[in-house]
T-cell receptor, first 115, second 114 residues
Framework: DVKVTQSSRYLVKRTGEKVFLECVQD?????MFWYRQDPGLGLRLIYF???????EKGDIPEGYSVSREKKERFSLILESASTNQTSMYLC??????????????FGPGTRLTVL | DQQVKQNSPSLSVQEGRISILNCDYT??????FLWYKKYPAEGPTFLIS?????DKNEDGRFTVFLNKSAKHLSLHIVPSQPGDSAVYFC?????????????FGKGTKLTVNP
């Protein structure tokens, strides 16, 4: 059974803290993605990566950075958390050409609250 | 500019009836369309997809229709069941600037009443 796992289901942090969200996939996928989901706004892409040590900005990268040192692991970093970063964070992975439809496999999400 | 639009934030249907969820897109370069289902506090799960070379794809109770000329697709669920109550996201795929991103709509919350 293929899996994308995220380090925490729920996280509470204080304003100004540095926050690390970890994502691991066991499918040997090349592509990995970080989204945030907010009510009425759908899924918005923060950053993505096509290969180890590669990263590209998504639609809303401000206030975030990422790290991909190993193929299976993609980390999202909030350098200085702010209250407007309270959200559900979703990690996903995919493989080029798999099924031809760019299907992404999602983790269970991390509900982050910044106080 | 929203490239994938789901204009109905919510939909309520009776158990056993048909649910129709709609999605419009603006970019004619999209060549695959996907539907995801999401329960609260869980990640989205893939439901069904359709290639731009087809106009219909069926999988059990779920059928997706694509009208390329209208840039419109719809997801039909027949018969609807209470367990189908979830948020449904439409997504479009295509090589955009060399990437393999999915562009998501904002979602439609489906409630199936017993």
């Amino acid at each position: 059974d293929v899996k994308v796992t995220q380090s925490s289901r729920y996280l509470v942090k204080r304003t100004g803290e540095k926050v690390f969200l970890e994502c691991v996939q066991d499918m040997d996928h090349e592509n990995m993605f970080w989204y945030r989901q907010d009510p009425g706004l759908g899924l918005r892409l923060i950053y993505f990566s096509y290969d180890v040590k590669m990263k590209e900005k998504g639609d809303i990268p401000e206030g975030y950075s990422v790290s991909r040192e190993k193929k299976e692991r993609f980390s999202l970093i909030l350098e200085s958390a702010s209250t407007n970063q309270t959200s559900m964070y979703l990690c996903a992975s995919s493989s080029p050409g798999l099924a031809g439809n760019n299907e992404q496999f999602f983790g269970p999400g991390t509900r982050l609250t910044v106080l | 500019d929203q490239q994938v639009k789901q204009n109905s934030p919510s939909l309520s249907v009776q158990e056993g009836r048909i649910s129709i969820l709609n999605c419009d897109y603006t970019n004619s370069m999209f060549d695959y369309f996907l539907w995801y289902k999401k329960y609260p506090a869980e990640g989205p799960t893939f439901l069904i997809s359709i290639s731009s070379i087809k106009d219909k794809n069926e999988d059990g109770r779920f059928t997706v229709f694509l009208n390329k000329s209208a840039k419109h697709l719809s997801l039909h669920i027949v018969p609807s069941q209470p367990g189908d109550s979830a948020v449904y996201f439409c997504a479009a795929s295509g090589i955009q600037g060399g990437s393999e991103k999915l562009v998501f709509g904002k979602g439609t919350k489906l409630t199936v009443n017993p």
